[in-house]
Structure formats: structure tokens, C-alpha cells
């Protein structure tokens, strides 16, 4: 018992002699800065900006191009302006979280050529909410992308273009009050559309009736399927 006690205190000293730990420089306004530590083969790295540093507008994170196997990338709670450039820098990302952090656009998905999974929630300036909502972003780099989910509340289908292999969308609907054309056209390009917010008598289903089985279950994940 002693010697197997032994073995695994030497496994365990061994593991955190050679696990190389690397450093995030997080940069904020005002020259503020600091850092967070991350061992150089995470492949799941979350940041979540810590007590008043939330005060500060992000300017930049550096130091992500040292995670070569990482793939998951999450932040919370970042007031930003930015174009989200930093995220380039992670060469194998494949599911993005942003939650409730600012954008003053949706442009910066256009890069990230690996992604499978996006989840935002983002903070949008009220000067912003009407040319996120209407100018088009292209999708056509995002071969790989599975599901987009959008909890903001917007008031039509959000404006992506070309996206490749019908992906799942999840949206808050609340405030979707009428639908144009430029909805429908957004909208085909998915398989599956299913609502966030517990409304089974979505929009959609006047324009798509005849796609919705008639024993879908009224519950917030509601889904309608197009054709």
C-alpha cells in the first residue's frame, strides 16, 4: 500500500515538474494588464474577466498561437469593440463561446475557418443593433460548422450568407415580430431552426406548417424544420 502511495505522489510530482504552463496576456484600456496561466496542451481554455477589470473596455489578448491542440475557446463578461482578431491566432478552433461580451459586429466569424460550434450572447451597443441585424456576413470559410446559436434578442434572422453544410440555428425569438424575404432566404440555408425561448407558436410556422410534425411537443426547444 505504501509503495503504491509512493509510486502515485512520484506520478503526480512528475506531472507538474514537466507540464509546461504558458501565459495569457489580457490587455485592457488604460495600459491595464494581466495575466492568466494555462498549460501549453489545453485544448479547452476559458476566460472570465475577474471583478473590476469588467470596468474596462479589452484591447487585445495575447499569447493565444502558443495552444497548438487547442480547440474550445469561451470568455465571459468582456466589455470589447474590436474586431475579435485575436481569435485568428488559435489555429484549430472548432467551438466559440462569447458570452455576455460586447461586438460592434458579427464580421469576425468569417475567419474562423475550423468552427463547428458558436454560441454567442453578445452586448450590442444600441447604435450597433440595427447594422448587425441587416448588413450580410459570409460564411463560405466555415465548411466545418454544425450548430450557430444566438441568444440575443433580435428582431429578424441574423444576416449570414453562403454558410455551408446546413447547420442547426438556435435563436432567442422574443422579439421576431415579422418576417420579410430576406428572413425566409436566411433561414433555408438551415436544417433544423429551433427556438430559445419557450414561444411554440413561433412565426415561422404560418409560412412553414406543413414542415412541422403535428405531435411536436410544446416545450423551449421547440423546432420547425425546412424544407
Request: proline fraction near 4%; aromatic fraction near 16%.
Given at each position: ?98 458570452i455576455r461580451c460586447g461586438a460592434e459586429t458579427l464580421n469576425f466569424l468569417e475567419d474562423l475557418t475550423l468552427l463547428e460550434n458558436c454560441e454567442l450572447e453578445l452586448d450590442f451597443a444600441k447604435e450597433n443593433q440595427k447594422s448587425i441585424e441587416t448588413i450580410d456576413v459570409n460564411l463560405e470559410k466555415l465548411k466545418y460548422i454544425k450548430k450557430i446559436t444566438i441568444n440575443n434578442r433580435m428582431s429578424h434572422i441574423p444576416p449570414f450568407v453562403k ?65
Open positions: 500500500m505504501k509503495k503504491n502511495y509512493l509510486l502515485l505522489l512520484f506520478f503526480f510530482i512528475s506531472f507538474e515538474i514537466f507540464a509546461e504552463n504558458v501565459e495569457l496576456k489580457i490587455i485592457l484600456q488604460d495600459g491595464i494588464e494581466y495575466t492568466e496561466s494555462f498549460d501549453k496542451d489545453s485544448k479547452s481554455i476559458t476566460l472570465v474577466s475577474k471583478g473590476n477589470f469588467r470596468l474596462k473596455e479589452l484591447t487585445d489578448i495575447q499569447g493565444l498561437e502558443q495552444f497548438e491542440n487547442l480547440t474550445n475557446f469561451c470568455m465571459y463578461f468582456f466589455q470589447y469593440k474590436g474586431n475579435y482578431s485575436f481569435l485568428k491566432k488559435i489555429k484549430n478552433l472548432k467551438d466559440l463561446g462569447l454558410v455551408k453544410n446546413k447547420p442547426e440555428l438556435l435563436l432567442d425569438t422574443t422579439n421576431i415580430k415579422n418576417l420579410n424575404k430576406k428572413d425566409f432566404k436566411y433561414a433555408k440555408q438551415y436544417s433544423v431552426i429551433k427556438s430559445l425561448n419557450p414561444n411554440p407558436q413561433w412565426y415561422f410556422e404560418k409560412y412553414y406548417k406543413s414542415c412541422i410534425p403535428n405531435n411536436t411537443p410544446t416545450k423551449p426547444s421547440y423546432m420547425i424544420r425546412l424544407k
